[in-house]
């Protein structure tokens, strides 16, 4: 199966920096990782701008990308308000986004769990009816900054719902970075006996360390074969304080060459793009890029 890859930087990276990279250079971004060879960018959010005002120029983002057919442009929405916004600027695919835990879903987006699901089965109907595509994020899916521990089969029975509406994919995501190797085979093994693995896409940030490992093995052991990712590693969420950037997508994308996977993203194209926002990248590949 041909690894798909989601560039999450432009959206996780960029919401959580303190520096304004300016609208031109996004667009400069977001127009070199067009030609990377990853399969989909996640390019901004249309969600408050006051709650996340590092990317309140998504419009006009989305006016000036030049798009490569062969990739897919896609946006966090939260509401209808969100929806309607990225639908007047051809987004093609509406990412709605809910959590595991409770306390983080409120802080987040200032409602319940319940009241997010019921949002959604809007949104995803209108995006349906509009021949978009749909994706649905589960963050901390793992762990809570605040509530600790999260229960495997709560992931589960959210993601359930989320495909009754009908969305294509559901990002699990581990907003801590906290999952273990351990923790992803067990919540695979229970959402893989109801859910099939097209299905599941797999968003891990690095804060301790595991990232990579628990690719392996999701990947290895139950053929997992789509993956977020962010150029640099830059990655975050404000209401999650401490943790650390999402997966490089060039960590990620060297492991998966060494393992003989289906991937075809050049990395040297990565970091190129990654350096215009004049950023030190936080990964592995950029200190060795000379050896390989
Ligand atoms: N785009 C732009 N503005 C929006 C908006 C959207 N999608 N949704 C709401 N707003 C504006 C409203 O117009 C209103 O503005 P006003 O005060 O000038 O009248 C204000 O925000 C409050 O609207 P309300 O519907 O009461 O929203 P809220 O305050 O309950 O916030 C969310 C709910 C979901 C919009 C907000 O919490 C949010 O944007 N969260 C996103 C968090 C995020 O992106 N986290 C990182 C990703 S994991
Ligand atoms: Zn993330």
């Not at 835990?101 to 987006?109: I, Q, R, V």
């Not at 991937?263 to 194209?269: A, G």
Request: charged share 25%.
């Amino acid at each position: 199966m041909k690894i798909y890859i989601t560039e999450v930087a432009p959206r996780d990276g960029l919401q959580n920096i303190n520096q304004i990279i300016n609208t031109e250079k996004k667009i400069e971004f977001v127009n070199k990782l067009s030609e990377t060879g990853v399969d989909e960018i996640e390019v901004s959010s249309f969600v408050s701008p006051k709650v996340i005002p590092q990317l309140s120029d998504a419009e006009e983002v989305f006016k000036s990308i030049k798009r490569n057919n062969n990739v897919i442009y896609s946006a966090l929405v939260p509401n209808e308000k969100g929806l309607e916004r990225a639908l007047n600027v051809s987004v093609d695919k509406i990412s709605v986004f809910t959590s595991a835990s409770e306390t983080f879903n409120l802080k987040n987006t200032n409602s319940t769990i319940e009241d997010s699901l019921s949002k959604f089965k809007n949104i995803i109907k209108i995006s349906k009816e509009s021949k978009k595509l749909t994706r649905a994020y589960i963050s901390t899916a793992f762990w809570c900054p605040y509530e600790g521990k999260i229960n495997p089969y709560k992931v589960k029975e959210i993601a359930i719902k989320l495909l009754e509406f009908g969305v294509d994919e559901i990002s699990i995501g581990d907003t801590v970075g906290k999952a273990s190797p351990d923790e992803v085979s067990e919540l695979l093994e229970i959402i893989l006996n109801d859910i099939h693995h097209d299905k599941i896409v797999l968003h891990f940030h690095t804060t301790y360390g595991m990232a990579m490992a628990n690719v392996y093995v999701a990947y290895k052991n139950f053929s997992i074969y789509k993956f977020d990712s962010s150029a640099g590693g830059l990655g975050g969420c404000p209401f999650v304080p401490g943790a650390k950037g999402n997966i490089a997508t060039e960590d990620l994308v060297y492991m998966l060459k060494r393992l003989n996977a289906n991937v075809n993203v050049d990395i040297k194209k990565i970091l190129m793009a990654f350096n215009v926002l004049e950023i030190e990248p936080q990964s592995y590949i950029s200190k060795v890029i000379n050896l390989i």
